[in-house]
DNA sequence: ATGGCTGAGCTACTCAGA
């Protein structure tokens, strides 16, 4: 099973590219990030037409995510965490695959820059909260998958110039600490584990020819947790994507389970 | 390099992104 995470930068600006990278590689489910509309505008039958179902939980202008689906989603919520700005960053659901019940959990984690400000607070706080709804999940199921852009640099090696970012929402130690405390209640950065020292990007800027420079860093994770390493046959950051005429600033990770 | 580009909402110019 193909499962695709991919941060498209408004689904309805993107479509063209979305559509055409689906019959590129086939997923067998998609989480998208940053839709930027909300569910009345959302392009369901475009999915519908190649054979997907869509899950939305939209939000005008900004943020807005989904999973779109081959296979049947079960358990659907919009509400994993009470978001302090009523803001749309995590759709959840669950599948089963041989015999486990996988939560899957879409996320679209606030930015939070510039820091020293209310942004970096609420990005702060509301990774609190979804590792403390993290923590009470594993009591309940310990097959989960979390997915999306994280807005965090884990390490040194993930960014082309850390010293650029170590005072940055995404990279400063204590939000990077963030990610290392989701780690250590038993999941897998799975690119990271499959890719000790290799240095691939998931994000560049459109400005200053950064993609063009190879300026990018890796903020778009799969985590999983240790019950389901098992099930994990491959991981891919897909850089095709970004290199298209209108391309979103981020381009998809695709991992692989069976 | 606190913005060089892009998108939404809207129809001039902000806000947001990372």
């Known amino acids: 099973m193909k499962i695709i995470s991919w941060n498209v930068n408004s689904v309805r600006a993107r479509i063209t590219n979305i559509l055409e990278y689906i019959k590129d590689t086939l997923p067998d489910i998609l989480f998208l990030q940053e839709i930027k509309t909300k569910e009345e505008s959302f392009p369901y039958e475009d999915f519908k037409n190649v054979g997907y179902e869509s899950h939305v939980f939209g939000q005008k202008s900004y943020n807005g995510v989904a999973i779109i689906s081959k296979v049947k989603i079960e358990n659907l919520k919009k509400d994993f965490i009470k978001d302090d700005l009523n803001q749309a960053r995590i759709i959840s659901g669950e599948i089963l695959l041989k015999k486990k019940k996988i939560n899957l959990i879409n996320i679209y984690a606030p930015n939070g820059n510039p820091i020293n400000t209310d942004k970096y607070e609420y990005k702060k706080n509301w990774l609190k909260k979804f590792i403390t709804r993290i923590k009470k999940e594993l009591g309940k199921n310990s097959n989960i998958l979390i997915a999306g852009d994280f807005n965090i640099i884990p390490e040194e090696i993930d960014v082309y110039d850390f010293k650029r970012y170590e005072n940055d929402a995404l990279g400063k130690l204590e939000i990077r600490k963030k990610f290392r405390e989701i780690l250590n209640l038993g999941f897998n950065d799975i690119y ?38 098992e099930n994990v046959t491959s991981i891919n950051i897909n850089k095709k994507p970004r290199s298209k005429t209108k391309p979103s600033d981020h381009t998809p990770i695709e991992l692989e389970i069976n």
Do not use: C, P, V
Request: no cysteine; net charge positive; glycine share 6%.
């Open 192 to 229: 990271r584990l499959k890719n000790k020292n290799k240095q691939e990007y998931t994000f560049w800027d459109y400005f200053a020819g950064s993609w063009q420079k190879n300026y990018g860093m890796r903020i778009d994770h799969f985590i999983l947790s240790n019950n389901l390493l």
